[in-house]
């Protein structure tokens, strides 16, 4: 029975070893490009909804609360993709904002 060392030696030293392994580094590389490209669209998307969000919701003038979870969701998702900054202001401004509309109540004569 071959070992697995065995077929490493037989592999790397057969010649053929090192075609196979550029192939497999190549196959790697383009991996690694198109999972940047996710995270990177991914991250561009969380950012596009969390600004739609806030817009929205402070044109309103409140936040329910399930828009808040909802935001901060996306939050913590953006920020793990390697957040760098550019949302902390806006992520502060919804935090901030009420969870229901402010009652006007006029005064009586």
């Known amino acids: 029975m071959i070992t697995t060392f065995q077929w490493i ?3 790397l030293g057969s010649g ?3 075609p196979i392994i550029s192939v497999i580094v190549k196959k790697i590389k383009v991996q690694d490009k198109k999972i940047e490209a996710m995270c990177y669209g ?4 969380l950012r596009d909804r969390l600004i739609t969000s806030y817009n929205k919701y402070k044109d309103k003038g409140y936040a329910p609360i399930y828009a808040k979870e909802n935001f ?3 939050w913590k998702q953006y920020h793990n993709l390697g957040a760098n900054g ?3 202001e806006i992520h502060e401004k919804f935090k901030n904002l009420p969870t229901q ?3 006007h109540h006029e005064e009586m004569d």
């Open 42 to 45: 991914t991250q561009a998307l």
């Open 86 to 88: 550019v949302m902390d």
């Open 72 to 74: 901060e969701n996306m």
């Open 101 to 103: 509309k402010e009652e």
């Open 9 to 11: 030696q037989l592999v």
């Open 16 to 18: 053929i070893g090192i």
